[in-house]
């Protein structure tokens, strides 16, 4: 097996390459704005440092969020495409069950939280690095203190709320080596993953900007 | 011609999710997937709403081309994609596809001008455009007249609206009269039973010290507004077919004006109208007359091939393969405000580009 995985759901670009039995290649760089200039570039540099051709690879994992939607777009986009070209499944795996699964907490229970922008934040509860206990969700960090009260956290969106998260642990970013060794110790253990959907929780903005469609350069 | 550059164009600057596939000057997909029916109820392009159809929508319009072409990824010669203007996070899913497809299949990929792919559009339909074109560019997003000597290298803005496109102006009627969004081809439905000279409305820009070649609709629109609603205000019915024949008459009396004094001055005998406003009847049948007493020969391309769509995009790359143009590199970024004058996107910049000032991960 060669899996290939991509995250681009939160600040992190991250990509890595998971041979079944160990990473053997990633890369993970953070910078909110260029989302689609990196990804291409790190997956070239992540076969080349393999020393693998993309049409070697047997399945594309892909972080589907929660994350802010130009950005995942990105990532979720390039998966899809890269699974039509190479006839290859695309799996989709949750942005923070990857960063669950390399929280550096010993036992749990804790929270992760991601940031949402809008003073809120995308967050779960786990058991442990590998059980999520509650669904995804997007709030303020006020309106959640109650629900995570004593837990320990993992995630930028933690950093950014020390009031309803006081213990933070590392790390701060999602990376592609974390969501491939998920991916792959599910797909070993025969489990099916879920389809490469992003998970928005927002509705749209429903707000027609002024001048829409205007492009012509004035 | 089995030798001329069988390319893929992938279009996403607005609510049409477009995978067209060309060789050389022939058309042999053009796929289409429209968001416009969710954009319908809030009177305009959403871009969210857009940028999330897109993503569902874009492979299976690659499935669907490639099916209609009868060719196989692995026989193209490069992948195009309209790199802007347009909608940013909108362009970024078209932009994203493309470069993994292209990355994925081992071929080129060409970061292309959309305003610039409406022009060369016209190749499928009426042969390799003449050298140079006079362009006319009609749409919800733009109105601009362009002169193009090399369609991959040289394209030079004459003129532009300096407030709202044309196609916004007949939105903004439509919502105005209650005949919803889109309001192009209703507004057309209508006039056709009413009555061009009934109302006198000012046709924008248009004085003795104008500039010959910038368009102005925005004054139009709220004149053709208040007319309406003192109508209203009056307790008066408003003369829908008479309002939308008048309204739509002022708008395309000075598109045409103006594009057929620009062929004039310019010494172009050739004027080519693109855009989704191009499939206005009235636009094409003034635009036929005025051309014929100037000696000057009209191309519009069909309707389909008038609106945003994939196919334009492909007809643009084929040329930028068939002309050996550089191809875009692996960082091709989207760029919303992608000036006309740059018809594609090379990889190696002999020029710095400023990153987007947008914030493209929000
Ligand atoms: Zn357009």
Redesign the interface.
């Known amino acids: 097996m060669l899996l290939l995985a991509l995250d681009t759901a939160t600040p992190a670009v991250t990509v890595a390459l998971h041979d079944g039995t160990a990473v053997i290649a990633s890369s993970s760089q953070v910078d909110a704005r260029r989302h689609g200039e990196l990804l291409l570039p790190a997956v070239d540099r992540v076969l080349a440092e393999a020393g693998v051709k993309l049409d070697a690879v047997t399945a594309i994992a892909v972080g589907v969020g929660p994350g802010p939607y130009t950005g995942l777009r990105v990532g979720l986009m390039t998966a899809d495409t890269f699974g039509l070209a190479l006839g290859v499944p695309v799996h989709g795996l949750c942005t923070l069950d990857a960063l669950a699964y390399a929280a550096d907490i010993g036992s749990g229970p804790f929270v992760v939280a991601t940031d949402a922008r809008r003073k809120e934040v995308y967050w779960a509860t786990y058991a442990d690095s590998r059980t999520r206990l509650t669904e995804p969700a997007v709030d303020r960090p006020a309106d959640i203190a109650g629900k995570v009260a004593g837990l320990p956290a993992v995630g930028a969106g933690a950093l950014l709320y020390p009031d309803t998260f006081p213990a933070v642990h590392e790390p701060e970013h999602v990376s592609a080596a974390a969501l491939a060794s998920l991916a792959a110790e599910r797909l070993a253990a025969g489990e099916e993953l879920p389809a490469p959907r992003p998970l928005y929780l927002r509705r749209p903005d429903a707000q027609v900007p002024r001048n829409y469609k205007v492009v012509t350069p004035k | 011609m089995a030798d001329e550059p069988l390319v893929l164009g992938i279009e996403t ?2 609510d049409e999710t477009g995978v067209g596939i060309v060789r050389g000057t022939t058309l042999l997909a053009d796929a289409v997937a429209s968001s416009v029916d969710e ?1 319908a109820r ?8 857009a ?2 159809a897109h ?1 569902e929508a ?2 299976p319009t ?2 669907r081309a490639l099916k209609d072409a009868g060719v196989s ?1 692995r026989d193209l010669d490069g992948i195009a994609v309209t790199a ?6 909108a362009l ?2 078209g ?3 493309a ?3 292209a ?3 081992g071929k080129p990929l060409y970061g292309v001008n ?2 610039a792919s409406h022009i060369c559009v016209d190749q499928l339909e009426h042969g390799p455009l003449p050298e140079p074109t006079m362009a006319l ?1 009609v ?6 007249l362009l002169l193009s000597s090399d369609i991959t290298s040289d394209v030079r ?1 004459l003129g ?3 407030d ?2 044309a ?2 102006a007949f939105d903004k009627i439509a919502r105005v009269l209650n005949l919803g969004f889109p309001g192009g081809p209703v507004i057309d439905r209508y006039a056709k039973e009413g009555d061009p000279e009934a109302i006198a409305f000012p046709r924008g820009l248009t004085g003795p010290r104008d500039p010959a070649y910038d368009f102005s609709f925005s004054g139009l629109k709220t004149a053709v507004a208040r007319w309406i609603e003192a109508k209203r205000a009056a307790g008066e019915e408003v003369p829908v077919r008479d309002v939308s024949a008048s309204f739509q008459e002022a708008v395309v009396d000075v598109l045409t004006r103006k594009a057929v004094r620009a062929c004039r001055d310019e010494g172009v005998d050739h004027l080519m109208i693109g855009g989704g406003v191009a499939a206005n009847s009235r636009l094409r049948a003034l635009a036929q007359e005025r051309c014929e007493a100037a000696g000057i020969r009209l191309r519009v391309p069909r309707p389909k091939l008038c609106t945003d769509n994939g196919a334009m995009v492909a007809a643009l790359g084929a040329e930028m393969v068939a002309r050996n143009r550089a191809a875009s590199s ?5 760029d ?2 992608l ?2 004058t740059d018809p594609h996107v090379p990889g190696n910049h002999d020029h710095v580009h400023e ?2 000032k947008e ?4």
Do not use: Q
């Not at chain 2, 809030?42 to 709403?49: A, D, K, L, N």
């Not at chain 2, 749409?139 to 601009?144: A, E, M, Q, V």
């Not at chain 2, 692996?330 to 989207?334: F, H, Q, Y």
């Open positions: 600057s607005c954009h809030f009177g305009g392009v959403v871009p969210e709403v940028s999330r993503l874009m492979v690659i499935e990824a802007g203007p347009g909608l940013a996070g970024l899913v932009v994203s596809a470069k993994a497809y990355y994925a299949l959309h305003l560019l749409s919800g997003g733009h109105s601009s803005p532009a609206t300096i709202d496109a196609g916004e692996w960082d091709l970024s989207a919303s405000s000036p006309v990153v987007s914030n493209l991960y929000s």
